[in-house]
Nanobody, 127 residues
Framework: VQLQASGGGLVQAGGSLRLSCAAS????????LGWFRQAPGKEREFVIAISWTGDSTYYADSVKGRFTVSRDNAKNTVYLQMNSLKPEDTAVYYCAAAAGFRYGSDWYASGKEYNYWGQGTQVTVSS
């Protein structure tokens, strides 16, 4: 599975951006797609996860009510709509795919559970 993330950029606080993650290759075994981010000097953190079928979503508390995830089945693309952006949202955002069934509580929030990663896209929010 290949993942191509795009849509990052520079935006003022309070603004919006939409990130895209296009999946290609052998996507048939994909279970979940997740978004993670990593700010300079900080560890990578979970943002959002969505099942490949689109019927389950999970959000980090820090983005609930501001970020929304969706997917376009026809395009094999997942979108991350980010509204009311804050300077603390500044990070490189990565999309990742987990292939095969997973179990256990909150597995989707662990980067170790994802098999494939995109190249990352920079999001910078100015104050």
């Amino acid at each position: 599975v290949q993942l191509q993330a795009s849509g990052g950029g520079l935006v003022q606080a309070g603004g919006s951006l939409r990130l895209s993650c296009a999946a290609s290759g052998r996507t048939g075994s994909t279970y979940y797609l997740g978004w993670f981010r990593q700010a300079p000097g900080k560890e990578r953190e979970f943002v959002i996860a969505i099942s490949w079928t689109g019927d389950s979503t999970y959000y980090a508390d820090s983005v609930k009510g501001r970020f929304t995830v969706s997917r376009d089945n026809a395009k094999n693309t997942v979108y991350l709509q980010m509204n009311s952006l804050k300077p603390e949202d500044t990070a490189v955002y990565y999309c990742a795919a987990a292939a095969g069934f997973r179990y256990g509580s909150d597995w989707y929030a662990s980067g170790k559970e994802y098999n494939y990663w995109g190249q990352g896209t920079q999001v910078t929010v100015s104050s």
